[in-house]
């Protein structure tokens, strides 16, 4: 695994080479300036310290991970979240040890492979190859003696939307910054949907393979694309009013969030699908 910075005079240059996974790394987050998650075929979660380039402590999940995020409390403390199939675990960074086990988990709460994570200060959401969103309420954090009792009460659920997509596998899921219950997810149906989690319903749909420009008089049209534009992923801004989507025809479209109309499309830049950001 790379991590690369950019000088102010030249192109991106390596800033580590991260060795340590046996097997393919599948994601990677930041949790803090110096500080990277990888998560790994192998079945661990590695927490790295980029400044010295070595593994800070390993985290046993037992099966391949697909995705990791970190949860960052307001006081400070770390928690990271893993993906695995179905299941989300949940490793409490204040533990004791170099390799440390699951702290808690949440088992099958998908009914397929989970294929994103987010997380604010309340909730959980999940995404999964069924065409399911799930909301759940955070039930960890506490202090580690209560783990083992907080451990088949990870995270209760809030609200479910089944089939989001239409059936579409729902490819990605973001909370919107600011905004407690606002949720978008991206699916391989081109659409990209805000839910309102409080009440489980659409705000808004964007269908990418009909959408047209906001305020451009000049019929509106985006042009022609060769390949579908699924939604395989999706970024807000930090301060939540635009929504970058990246696009399987090879686009990327900058969304005014609130309303879900395009502001831009960039085409060009990729030559095929663009998968994640």
Not at 136 to 153: C, D, L, M, Q, W
Not at 199 to 204: E, R, S
Request: glycine share 10%; charged share 20%.
């Amino acid at each position: 695994m790379q991590c690369a910075t950019r000088g102010q005079n030249e192109g991106e240059k390596q800033l580590a080479l991260l060795k340590g996974h046996s097997a393919p790394v599948n994601c990677v987050a930041w949790s803090s300036e110096h500080t990277c998650l990888s998560g790994s075929a192998d079945g661990t979660v590695r927490v790295w310290d980029v400044r010295s380039g070595r593994v800070a402590r390993g985290l046993k999940c037992g099966r391949a991970v697909d995705m990791v995020v970190p949860d960052v409390s307001e006081g400070g403390h770390v928690l990271v979240l893993a993906a695995c199939g179905r299941d989300v675990l949940a490793f409490d960074l204040r533990a004791p040890g170099v390799v440390l086990p699951c702290t808690h988990s949440a088992e099958a709460v998908a009914e397929d492979d989970i294929a994103q994570l987010a997380v604010n200060k309340r909730f959980v959401a999940t995404c999964d190859d069924a065409g399911n969103v799930a909301v759940y309420e955070k039930r960890y954090g506490g202090p580690i003696a209560a783990a083992a009792a907080a451990a088949t009460t990870m995270m209760t659920p809030f609200k479910r939307m089944q089939r989001a997509h239409g059936g579409s596998i729902v490819a990605c899921v973001r909370f919107r910054p600011s905004r407690m219950y606002d949720v978008v997810t991206g699916g391989l149906d081109s659409k990209v949907v805000l839910w309102d989690a409080s009440k489980g319903k659409k705000a808004w749909t964007l269908d990418l393979s009909t959408a047209v420009i906001d305020g451009d008089n000049n019929d509106n049209a985006l042009g022609p694309m060769v390949n579908p534009p699924y939604a395989n992923d999706v970024a807000y801004s930090a301060a939540g009013d635009r929504l970058a989507v990246a696009a399987g025809s090879g686009d990327v479209f900058l969304v005014d969030a609130g309303k879900g109309t395009v502001l831009q499309r960039g085409s060009g830049g990729h030559s095929y699908s663009v998968a994640s950001w």
